[in-house]
C-alpha cells in the first residue's frame, strides 16, 4: 500500500513536471509567433522567466504580446509603462538572465565629458547614459539589454568599444534628464527664465540658491556637508549666515551638480578642482560664478564666489577714501613709472581698489595689460590675461609676455613669488606704470616683505610710489541704528583720545534690525584705508634698511595715522560700530 501511494505520488510529481514544461513551451511558441519587438532570444527567456516567477500570468503575457505587436515597442519599457512590473524587480531578473551586473546610478558622479560624446535626443530617445572609462571601454547603462540593436547603435555613435551595465529604468531616465539640463542651461551663457525651468529636485534647489544669493548680494556661496547635517551658507557683507539646512543625504548630488555646471571632473571626489560658470540674467547684466572645490573628512565642500562683471559701480567716491587720501591716489595714477600697491588681507576689497584706478587709466592712448587669478570684471580696451597653469601661463611667463608689446600701464593681480615681484620691479623701472596687490597687514609691513622677498632696499625706495592698505567694514543701517552710551575708560581703551570723548557721539546696530537692513542692523560696507606715499625721507630710511617700527614713527611724523585711528574716524562719524571695528581691526 505504501508502495502504491509512493508510485502514484511520483507519477503526479512527473506528469505535473511535464504539464508544466508543455505550458512554457506553449507560452514561448505563442511568443515566437506573435511578437514582432523584441526578437531576440534574451527577450525570449525574460519574458519566460517574469511568467515562472509570477508577476504575471498567460493570459496577461497574451495580452502583452498582442500589445507589442501592435505598438512596435520593446519589451522592459512597455511593463513598466503598463506598470506590470516595476524599475527595481525588472532590473533584478534582467541581470539574471542577462548575467549584466545592476548598477545604483544615483551613486554614481557623471563626467560630463563622456556625456558630449551622445547628442542629447539620443541619450533621451534610448535611455542611454555612459558613466566611466576603463582603458579604452566605455562603460554605458540602458535599462533594457533585450534590445540588441542599442548596444550596436552606441558602438557606432561613440567608435567605442562598449560595456553595458543595467540601471533601473527610473532612475536612469532623472538621471539622463539631470546629466543634459547643464549642457542646456550653461554651454554659453545662461538666460534667467531658462535657469529656473527644470523638474528635478536638485537643479531646483542649486538654482534657487543661486539666484537668492544675487538678490541678498551675497559676494560667496559655501556648500558644507558634515557626518549628521549639510548647511548652505552665505558670505553678505563679509559675514557668513546660513541660509538652507538640505537633507545630508544630497551633499553628493548637490556637490555633483555644482561641479557639472562649472565644467568640473564630476567622479573626482579627492582633490580640490576649480571652475566657473556666467548666469546671464539681461542683455547687458551678468553673473559670473567662480567655483571651488575641497574634500572634506564628510565630503567636498564647494564654495562660489559671485563676480559681478558689471564697472558701472567703480566710482572713486564710492569707496570710502577721505579726500586727502583720494588726492594721493589719483596722484600716483597719474605717474608714468614706478608702482602702486594694495595690502590687506582676503576679502578686504583689494580688487575694487585696484579696478577703479584701471577704469580712471583706461584711456585710448594708453596701452593697459592685465594678468589676474581670475579676472573678476571685464574692461573693453584693457588687454587681460587669466592665469592657467595647466597650460604653462603664470604671472611671470605674462609678465615677461608683456614687456614685449609696449605696455603703458600693468596691472598683476596678486604679486605671490620671488620671479613675479622681481619682474614687476623691472617693469616699473623702466617706464611702466605696475599696479598690484600684497597679502600684508599694512603699508609698514609692505617695505618689509619686498626686502624679504631679495628686492634691494634702493628699488624699493625707488619705484615705489605709493602703497595703500585697507579693510572693509559694515556700515550701520540709518533706518534703524541706535545711540551708544559707553563709559569713558573703556573709551580711552578701544583708543580714542580723551579730548574727543566729551563730543562722542557712538552709534550701535539695533538687535534684529529692521526690515530695510534685513534684521541684521548693518547695510553694506565701506573701506578703511591707510594711504602712505613714499616720501623722500622715508626713501631714505628705506636705503638705509631702517626696520618697521622707525617707518612707522616717520609715517607718524608726516601725518599717516595707522588703521586703527583710521577706524575709528569712521566709528566717529557714525558710519560703523565699534563691534564691527573691533571684528576687522584689532585694537593693538
Not at 73 to 78: C, G, T
Not at 96 to 108: A, C, K, R
Not at 372 to 392: A, H, L, W
Not at 397 to 415: H, N, V, Y
Request: proline share 4%.
Amino acid at each position: 500500500m505504501i508502495l502504491n501511494n509512493g508510485l502514484s505520488l511520483l507519477l503526479v510529481v512527473i506528469v505535473s513536471s511535464f504539464i508544466g514544461a508543455l505550458v512554457s513551451m506553449s507560452i514561448m511558441a505563442l511568443y515566437h509567433k506573435k511578437r514582432r519587438a523584441p526578437t531576440n532570444t534574451l527577450a525570449h527567456l525574460l519574458t519566460h522567466q517574469l511568467i515562472v516567477e509570477g508577476f504575471f500570468n498567460t493570459s496577461q503575457a497574451d495580452k502583452v504580446l498582442e500589445q507589442l505587436q501592435t505598438w512596435q515597442m520593446s519589451l522592459i519599457p512597455y511593463l513598466i509603462n503598463q506598470k506590470l512590473i516595476n524599475s527595481c524587480d525588472i532590473a533584478i531578473v534582467a541581470s539574471q538572465i542577462s548575467s549584466i551586473p545592476v548598477v545604483d546610478i544615483e551613486s554614481i558622479e557623471l563626467n560630463p565629458e563622456l556625456i558630449k560624446l551622445f547628442d542629447q535626443e539620443f541619450l533621451e530617445q534610448h535611455q542611454v547614459l555612459p558613466l566611466f572609462m576603463r582603458g579604452e571601454c566605455l562603460f554605458v547603462a540602458i535599462s533594457d539589454p533585450t534590445n540588441s540593436q542599442l548596444i550596436d547603435d552606441i558602438k557606432a555613435h561613440t567608435n567605442k568599444s562598449i560595456e553595458i551595465i543595467l540601471a533601473e529604468n527610473d532612475k536612469l531616465i532623472a538621471a539622463i534628464k539631470l546629466a543634459i539640463t547643464p549642457v542646456k542651461e550653461f554651454e554659453e551663457e545662461v538666460d534667467e527664465e531658462e535657469f529656473e525651468i527644470s523638474d528635478a529636485p536638485i537643479v531646483k534647489f542649486v538654482n534657487s540658491m543661486l539666484h537668492r544669493a544675487i538678490k541678498e548680494g551675497a559676494s560667496a556661496l559655501h556648500f558644507e556637508p558634515y557626518e549628521k547635517f549639510y548647511r548652505v551658507r552665505f558670505r553678505i557683507d563679509g559675514i557668513l549666515r546660513e541660509i538652507a539646512k538640505p537633507p545630508v543625504q544630497l551633499a553628493r548630488k548637490i556637490a555633483a551638480r555644482i561641479k557639472v555646471m562649472s565644467r568640473l571632473y564630476v567622479p573626482e571626489c579627492h582633490i580640490p578642482q576649480d571652475g566657473c560658470f556666467k548666469l546671464k540674467l539681461s542683455k547687458s547684466k551678468a553673473i559670473d560664478f567662480r567655483v571651488s572645490t575641497c574634500p572634506t573628512v564628510w565630503g567636498e565642500k564647494v564654495v562660489l564666489q559671485t563676480i559681478d562683471n558689471s564697472i558701472i559701480n567703480l566710482n572713486i567716491d564710492r569707496l570710502g577714501f577721505e579726500e586727502e587720501q583720494k588726492r594721493l591716489y589719483l596722484e600716483a595714477l597719474n605717474n608714468s613709472s614706478g608702482m602702486v600697491l594694495v595690502t590687506g588681507p582676503t576679502g578686504s576689497g583689494k580688487t575694487v581698489t585696484l579696478y577703479t584706478g584701471l577704469k580712471i587709466l583706461n584711456q585710448e592712448n594708453v596701452n593697459i595689460s592685465t594678468i589676474e587669478d581670475p579676472v573678476e570684471k571685464y574692461f573693453p580696451g584693457i588687454n587681460q590675461v587669466q592665469v592657467d597653469n595647466r597650460v604653462g601661463v603664470d604671472f611671470a611667463k605674462a609678465l615677461k609676455a608683456f614687456l614685449r608689446q609696449s605696455p603703458d600701464i600693468i596691472l598683476i593681480g596678486e604679486i605671490r613669488d620671488y620671479e613675479t615681484v622681481g619682474i614687476a620691479f623691472k617693469a616699473a623701472g623702466s617706464r611702466h606704470l605696475v599696479l598690484s596687490a600684497l597679502h600684508t597687514n599694512d603699508a609698514l609691513q609692505t617695505v618689509t616683505h619686498m626686502t624679504d622677498m631679495g628686492i634691494s632696499p634702493f628699488a624699493i625706495a625707488q619705484n615705489i610710489k605709493l602703497i595703500i592698505s585697507q579693510r572693509l567694514v559694515r556700515c550701520l543701517c540709518e533706518h534703524c541704528k541706535i545711540e551708544r552710551n559707553i563709559p569713558e575708560h573703556s573709551l580711552l581703551i578701544e583708543g580714542f583720545k580723551k579730548e574727543d570723548i566729551p563730543e562722542l557721539k557712538l552709534y550701535g546696530a539695533k538687535p534684529n534690525g529692521c526690515e530695510k537692513c534685513d534684521r541684521s542692523g548693518y547695510i553694506g560696507r565701506t573701506g578703511i584705508f591707510q594711504v602712505m606715499p613714499i616720501s623722500d625721507q622715508m626713501k631714505q630710511l628705506i636705503m638705509k634698511g631702517r626696520k618697521a617700527i622707525t617707518l612707522a614713527e616717520q609715517a607718524r611724523c608726516e601725518g599717516i595715522p595707522d588703521l586703527r585711528e583710521l577706524g575709528l574716524k569712521k566709528v566717529k562719524d557714525g558710519l560703523t560700530s565699534l563691534e564691527e571695528l573691533n571684528r576687522v581691526v584689532s585694537k593693538c
